[in-house]
């Protein structure tokens, strides 16, 4: 039974280190998506009393408010950040915060209060907002060149975009500024705020879930190909980075351990 343990262990340990773990389907992507929260969750409190998480939208929504419930956390120690925002009001059907608020918050699956969310300033200008988030973030990483948040939850779009960084759009270039904002987005609404290359690649775990055969072809360009699409520059400096596809989205990847 030991020698079992042992080696199961051990086989986790070279999976979780792999930068590309493709799976059956998206229930599998969302199990493996929730223990790699859970286990980093956990790591971060016992370290610091504080879980410091970025979120993106997209179907990524569906799969925490699918997996998170069947985590074990303390989740009074989360505190959640938005990787970008699209500069809308908070009930608008596009507004990343208003998803989250009312698939978590409002139905209370799990224990989360709204004021864990560090959500952007409503009724200013995307320029204005994007100014006033970086101040939020400076509050929580005080002192701080660039903030090291613990974990990125990551989209990616049919373009191979990341947060708001589109393909071949001036932000991509961006390497003062903690968020940036744009007006300009080639995916409506146009104007949001984004997290910057220089923080996102600061974060000590990024991760990219990432399901359906129409994601198949992009992240061939991405993984395979190494193509210069906004996904390929998530390179974490001193940090760890997953892909968790399922068998569709990982169709032409070859992930051999």
């Known amino acids: 039974v030991v020698h079992f343990h042992f080696i199961f262990r051990f086989y986790l340990k070279i999976e979780l280190s792999m930068p ?31 879980f410091n998480i970025g979120l993106s939208g997209g179907s990524l929504a569906s799969f925490l408010t699918t997996g998170l419930p069947k985590i074990k956390t303390d989740f009074s120690k989360w505190r959640i950040f938005f990787c970008d925002e699209r500069v809308v009001p908070v009930d608008d059907p596009d507004s990343t915060f208003g998803l989250y608020k009312s ?48 974990m990125l939850l990551l989209g990616m779009g049919p373009d191979g975009h990341t947060c708001s960084l589109f393909p071949g759009h001036s932000l991509l270039n961006e390497r003062t500024k903690w968020v940036a904002f744009l007006t300009d987005s080639p995916k409506p609404p146009p104007s949001r705020i984004t997290l910057t290359f220089p923080v996102i690649n600061n974060a000590k775990v ?8 129409e994601k198949a072809e992009v992240v061939k360009r991405i993984l395979t190909d190494k193509e210069d699409l906004p996904s390929t520059r998530v390179n974490p400096s001193s940090g760890d980075l997953y892909w968790i596809l399922d068998k569709e989205a990982g169709l032409h990847v070859n992930t051999k351990l």
Request: aromatic share 6%; charged share 30%; with cysteine.
């Open 20 to 50: 590309v773990i493709v799976l059956e389907n998206k229930d599998e992507v969302i199990q493996k998506l929730c223990a790699l929260i859970e286990t980093t969750a956990i790591n971060s409190i016992k370290e610091k009393e504080v």
């Open 103 to 150: 698939k978590l918050v409002d139905s209370k699956v799990i224990d989360l209060k709204e004021d864990q969310f560090i959500t952007i300033k409503q009724g200013i200008s995307a320029e204005e907002a994007a100014s006033d988030y970086a101040q939020q973030i400076r509050k929580y990483f005080p002192n701080s060149t660039l903030p090291k948040f613990d």
């Open 206 to 213: 990024c991760v990219f879930a990432v399901c359906g055969k």
